[in-house]
C-alpha cells in the first residue's frame, strides 16, 4: 500500500502541479473563459485513466504461476525504464513551471489547453497503471487505496501551495521526489532481474539495485554537486 501510495503521490502531484500552473496561466493572461477546457481535460484524463487502469488490471490478476511471474518481470523493467525517463527528462527540464506556461502561451485556445490538460493527466495516469501492474500478486484494495490516498494527498498539497501564495520552486520538488523514485525503480529494476533469473538469487537483485541507482544519482544530481563544489572554491578564496 505505502509504495502505492507514493507513487501516486508523485504521479498525482505533477499532473495536479501542471493543472494548477496551466490555471494560474489562464488569470494571468485574463483568459478566464478558457479555464473550463482545461477542468475538462483534466476530468475526462482522469476518468479514462481509471477506467482503463481497472480493465487492465483486473485482466492482469487472472493470470497464475509462471505467466504471472513473468508479467510481473515485464512491467518492473517497464517501470524502472519510466522512472528513468523522468531522472533524464527532469535533468533537461528543470524550469518546470516555465516549460508549461510557455506551452500555454503559445497555444491559448479551448481546444488545445483541453488536449494539454488531458495528456498532462492521462499521461500520469498511464504511468500509474504501469506501476500498479507491477504489484497484481498483491491484494487490489490495498493499491487501490494506496493510489486513492495518494491522488488526495498529491491534490490537497497542491491547492495548500497556490492557496497560501508560496512560491514554487518545482525544479526542487520533484528532484526530492526523484531521488525517493529512484530507490524504488532501483528496488524494481533488482526484483524484475529475479523474476527473470531466479537463480541469481540476492547477489543479483542488490546488483541491479547498484546498476540503477548510481548512475541515477549521478546524472539528477551532477549539476547540484558542480555548484557546491563552485560555492565552495569561492568561499575559499
Known amino acids: 500500500m505505502w509504495s502505492s501510495l507514493f ?17 494560474i496561466h489562464t488569470t494571468r493572461i485574463n483568459r478566464q473563459d478558457l479555464k473550463s477546457s482545461v477542468y475538462l481535460g483534466a476530468g475526462i484524463g482522469l476518468i479514462v485513466s481509471i477506467i482503463g487502469g481497472l480493465i487492465v488490471f ?3 490478476q487472472e493470470m497464475e504461476g509462471s505467466s504471472e511471474e513473468l508479467f510481473e518481470g515485464i512491467m518492473m523493467l517497464a517501470a524502472s525504464g519510466l522512472i528513468a525517463y523522468f531522472i ?4 533537461r527540464n528543470s524550469e518546470v513551471s516555465n516549460s508549461v506556461t510557455s506551452k500555454v502561451s503559445s497555444n491559448a485556445s479551448k481546444i488545445s489547453l483541453f488536449i494539454l490538460a488531458f495528456l498532462s493527466v ?13 504489484q ?3 491484494h487490489a484494495g490495498l493499491i487501490a487505496a494506496g493510489n486513492i490516498l495518494g491522488i488526495v494527498l498529491a491534490v ?25 523514485l ?3 525503480g532501483a528496488e524494481m ?26 548512475p541515477s544519482l549521478y546524472i539528477l544530481l551532477k549539476d547540484d554537486i558542480k555548484r557546491m563544489r563552485v560555492t565552495r572554491k569561492q568561499a575559499d578564496v
Open 58 to 60: 483486473s485482466g492482469a
Open 88 to 91: 533524464l527528462w527532469l535533468h
Open 122 to 134: 492521462f499521461r500520469e495516469g498511464l504511468e500509474l497503471m504501469i506501476f500498479n501492474l507491477t
Open 189 to 214: 529494476f533488482g526484483e524484475s532481474l529475479l523474476k527473470f533469473y531466479e537463480d541469481g538469487g540476492e547477489l543479483l537483485e542488490k546488483a541491479g539495485f547498484a546498476l540503477f541507482m548510481i
Open 7 to 23: 507513487l501516486a503521490l508523485r504521479e498525482g502531484l505533477e499532473a495536479a502541479l501542471i493543472i494548477g500552473i496551466i490555471l
Open 182 to 184: 529512484i530507490f524504488l
Open 156 to 180: 490537497a498539497i497542491t491547492i495548500v501551495l497556490f492557496k497560501t501564495a508560496v512560491k514554487l520552486n518545482l525544479s526542487i520538488l520533484f528532484k526530492v521526489l526523484g531521488v525517493a
Open 136 to 138: 497484481i500478486s498483491h
